[in-house]
C-alpha cells in the first residue's frame, strides 16, 4: 500500500510539497507506484521561473510518460541530480532521497492536505 | 462492449497473486498480474535466474481427428501436417483477405491430435474461426480455455527448477525436450502425482517451459514451483515483465505488432506463410497478391541513441517527414537503451539507417537494428 506523509501538502496531480523555504517538492508514493519503475527525469533548470499547474518536467517509467505539474510558482534553486542520476530513488525513497527540486515560492497553486490528498487518492497516512 | 466482453475473467490463481501482493491489469478481459514488487526486478530475474508466470488467460483448443493436419493445414497459413508428433510449430491463422486474425502455437500431441494455443483476446475468435472452416474436415474442434491453466518457468534456472518437481524417471525428458518440443510428464506436487503437459516454449527469449494444467491443479502446482525455486532465485512475474521481455527478444504482440489490418509479410512473418504447400487455405489469395505486391512497409528494430523512450504510436520520421509508426516501445531493462519495433517505409529499414521518433512534439534519434534487440548466449 502506497503511503502518504502527513506532514507534507499535495497538487492534484500528485507533487508533494514540504513546509521549508525554499519549499521541497517530490512525486508522492501514490503516482509513483501507479507509474512502476521509474527510469528518466526531466527536470527545470535552477534559475528557471516555474508556474503552478503548468508542466515543467516528465518522468518515464517503464510503462508510460508522465508530465510532472508544477505545485507552486516561483524560481528552481536546486535539482536533485541524484534522482535524475537514479531514477529508481522516485520508487524507493518518493519522501526522502526522491525528491526532486525546490523552489522559492513567489505563490502557491491550489494544495490539499494530506487528509484530503488520501482521500481522494487512495493510500496510507503515515 | 457486449455485455460478455465486460465480464471480468479469472484464472484459477488469481488468489494466488493476491497472497503475493500483485497489482493487475486487464488483458482481453482477463484479471492477470502486471507485476508483483517491481517489473525491473523481474525482469532481471527471468535474464539472471527465473521467473514464473501465470499465463492461464491463454486459449486452449484441441483439434483432433483423422483429418486434423490436413485441417489445419487449411485453416493456418503453415503445413502442420509436416509437424511431427511432440513438435510444436508457430503459425498465423488469417482471414480470407490476407488479415491475422492471431498468432499461435500448435503442439502435435498424436497423429490426430493437436492442441491449438491461441492470445488470450483472440481465443474465442480462433475457436470460432476453426469450428466454422471445419465444415467438410473429419474434425472436432474443442475450447477448452475456460479449463485448462497455463504456467511458465523462464529463465537459465529454469531446468533446475522442474526437476525439483518431476519424477527422477522423467529427467531425462526434461533436460533433453528440444526447443518448440512437448511431452507429458510425472510431476510430484505436494506429495501427489500428476502428470502434465510440458512445453519447452516461451515468449521472453530465454529458456523456459510452460506447463498446461487442468485450473483444479493450477495452485497446488504454482505454490510448489515457488517453493521448489526458491534455491533458484525465482520469482513471481508479471505481465510488464512479460512485455519487456518479449520486446527485448524482438517478439510481436498481437494488438501492437500484428492485426487484421497487417500483412504477414510486412509483419517479417513471410516465412510462416508456406505458399508451396498443396492445396486451399484460407487466406492464400490475398497471401500471394500480397507478396507479389511486396511491402511498402516493414516492422523493424530501432534503438534509442538517447535516454528517452519511444511508445506505442508515436510517429517515426526522417527529415521531417513522417516515414512510419512505432508499434511497441519501452527502455530496454537488459541492455540500457530505449528499443522500439515500428513499421517504417520500406526505403528507410537498412541496418543503420538514423530516424527519428516524435516523443510528444519533440524528435528523439533513433536507429534501425537488426532483430532481436536480445539474445541469450547458448
Known sequence: MSTVLSNLRYSEEHEWV?????????LSQVATDALGDVVYVDLPEVGSTITAGETCGEVESTKSVSDIYAPV???????????????????????????????????????????????KNGGELS | MSAE????????????????????TDFGGWQMPLKYQSELAEHHAVRQAAGLFDLSHMGEVWVTGPDAGKFLDFALVSRLSAVAVGKA???????EDGGIIDDL??????????????NAGNAKAVAEALAERAG????????????????????PNSVA??????????????????????????????????????????????DGFEIYVPNENAASLWSALLSAGKDFDLVPAGLAARDSLRLEAGMPLYGNELSLEVSPYDAGLGPIVALKKEGEFVGRAALEAQKERGSKRKL??????????ARSHYPVSKDGQTVGEVTSGQPSPTLGYPVALAYVDIEHIEPGTRLDVDLRGKPEPFEVVALPFYKRDK
Request: charged share 20%; with cysteine.
Open chain 2, 89 to 95: 510449430k508457430y503459425s498465423l491463422i488469417c482471414n
Open chain 1, 18 to 26: 514540504d513546509a521549508s523555504s525554499p519549499v521541497k517538492v517530490g
Open chain 2, 5 to 24: 466482453t465486460a465480464t471480468k475473467q479469472y484464472t484459477a490463481l488469481y488468489e494466488e497473486h493476491q497472497k503475493l501482493g500483485a497489482s493487475f
Open chain 2, 161 to 206: 527448477i522442474l526437476k525439483q518437481l518431476v519424477a527422477a524417471a522423467d529427467h531425462a525428458v526434461v533436460t533433453e525436450m528440444k526447443y518448440y518440443a512437448a511431452d507429458e510428464v510425472h510431476f510430484t506436487v505436494s506429495g501427489a502425482p500428476l502428470r502434465l503437459l510440458l512445453a519447452r516454449t516461451g515468449y521472453t527469449g530465454e
Open chain 1, 73 to 119: 510558482s516561483g524560481e528552481i534553486t536546486e535539482v536533485n541530480q541524484a534522482a535524475i542520476d537514479d531514477p529508481a530513488l522516485l520508487n524507493s525513497d518518493p519522501y526522502g532521497k526522491g525528491w526532486l527540486f525546490t523552489v522559492n515560492v513567489s505563490e502557491e497553486g491550489p494544495l490539499l492536505s494530506a487528509e484530503d490528498y488520501s482521500s
Open chain 2, 300 to 309: 523493424v528494430g530501432l534503438k534509442g541513441l538517447g535516454r528517452r523512450a
Open chain 2, 136 to 155: 467438410d474436415f473429419d474434425v472436432t474442434v474443442e475450447d477448452v480455455t475456460a479449463s485448462i491453466s497455463l504456467v511458465a518457468v523462464q529463465g
Open chain 2, 105 to 118: 502455437i500448435s503442439y502435435r500431441r498424436a497423429e490426430e491430435k493437436f492442441l491449438v494455443v491461441p
